[in-house]
């Protein structure tokens, strides 16, 4: 498996060192995700699936009231 060098952390990601977080790299048909705190554990996906289960996460997220 051929993986870019260059990650991208994720925005959602605390500052400063050790802060777990998520990291994106990606070629022209894969990405491909994993934490920072185990970096060669990798998740590879297309783009769709990945899609899919955003739509899916954000759709069952439950939404938070004022008590």
């Given amino acids: 498996m ?11 990601s ?8 998520l990291e994106l790299t990606a070629t022209p048909t894969t990405l491909h995700l994993r934490e920072s705190d185990t970096p060669a ?10 899609a899919h289960l955003l739509t899916r996460i954000r759709t069952d997220a439950p939404t938070h009231q004022s008590p």
Avoid: E, M, R, Y
């Avoid at 051929?2 to 959602?12: N, R």
């Avoid at 605390?14 to 977080?21: I, L, Q």
């Avoid at 554990?41 to 699936?49: G, Q, W």
């Fill in 14 to 21: 605390g500052s400063g060192d050790g802060n777990a977080c």
């Fill in 41 to 50: 554990t990798i998740l590879t996906t297309t783009p769709t699936p990945l």
């Fill in 2 to 12: 051929d993986v870019p060098s260059t990650w991208q952390k994720s925005s959602f």
